[in-house]
């Protein structure tokens, strides 16, 4: 099997800036499980990894995929596979970083065996949300598979719309759930978790979100706006629906920051709620020590 060293935490963690410092003292590439970082032109608000970054380490899974574009766990996989055959084909250390938990069970236990996508249901279920708001899509699911639903926020339309989708094609995303927890693993995984102190990282994250705003957040909402109309698709990442209300001129400033900055809190809690049902995972506590990390790694990598 193909060693794999995987860097996984919630967002602001500082996942980022550890991978390259590994990467470059281990001769690592970096493969992104960012499931927002996928996207082209959307670069403030997903916290791409910097142009200083990326000439220290090469990455790979960045800017894959155009703004709404339909992007899943199956091609996701299909495309980390490939990178990840290539960056092993040249001796280095493939190094999977990022915080989208879907993604990673996927490529390290293979993509579930589920119902496809059907985009005419989709999109009903998407006008249906429009219409009625996203708790009403998210009852239904609970009437059809509790446990489905106890898992996914009731404002996490992606989510909520693909089990509404996979129930219509016959299976309860529960069940898949509770199967693809014990598919065999795909490769040789050294899983490492980040997990700052709670006060830490909201702090971090809040910092963050300021600076998105400052930073060009808005610019890129603005372009959006001219280049895929109002209103905007609903599946962009965390902040963009924010910002183009305030280019708008339909919410004020500091009332998008405040509500960008919850709406990533709560998204690194799932994500946190999400890894700590992932076996294996070791988690570590900023500040981490590279060096020290480092050499672990490479004695793991030789199998000692």
Do not use: C
Not at 105 to 111: I, K, M, T
């Amino acid at each position: 099997m193909i060693p794999l060293l995987v860097i996984a935490g919630p967002t602001a963690s500082g996942k980022s800036a550890l991978a390259v410092e590994l990467a470059r003292r281990l001769g690592g590439e970096i493969v992104g499980a960012d499931s927002q970082q996928l996207y082209r032109a959307l670069d403030v608000g997903t916290a791409k990894p910097t142009a200083a970054e990326r000439a220290a380490a090469p990455h790979h899974l960045v800017d894959v995929a155009g703004p709404g574009e339909g992007m899943d766990a199956a091609r996701y996989v299909a495309l980390a596979d490939a990178a990840i055959a290539g960056i092993a084909a040249r001796g280095a250390l493939p190094m999977v970083v990022g915080g989208t938990g879907l993604y990673l069970r996927a490529l390290l236990h293979g993509v579930v065996d589920a119902p496809g996508r059907d985009p005419a249901l989709r999109a009903r279920l998407e006008a249906e949300a429009t219409a009625l708001g996203r708790p009403a899509l998210h009852a239904r699911l609970a009437a059809l598979d509790p446990a489905a639903a106890a898992r996914i926020r009731e404002n996490d339309l992606v989510r909520i719309v693909r089990a509404l989708e996979i129930a219509a094609g016959g299976r309860l995303p529960s069940d898949l759930y509770a199967e693809h927890a014990f598919r065999p693993d795909r490769y040789r995984a050294l899983f490492l978790a980040l997990s700052p102190p709670r006060p830490a990282l909201h702090a971090r994250i809040d910092a963050r979100v300021v600076e998105m705003f400052r930073g060009g957040l808005l610019d890129e909402a603005r372009a959006l706006l001219e280049r895929l109309g109002d209103p905007l698709p609903p599946r962009l990442p965390i902040g963009y629906a924010e910002a183009a209300a305030v280019v708008r001129g339909g919410l004020p400033l500091e009332e998008a920051v405040r509500r960008v900055q919850a709406a990533h809190r709560q998204y690194a809690r799932r994500q946190l709620v999400w890894l700590r049902r992932e076996p294996g995972v070791e988690w570590l506590e900023p500040p981490v020590d590279a060096g020290a990390l480092a050499r672990r790694v490479m004695a793991w990598r030789a199998g000692r």
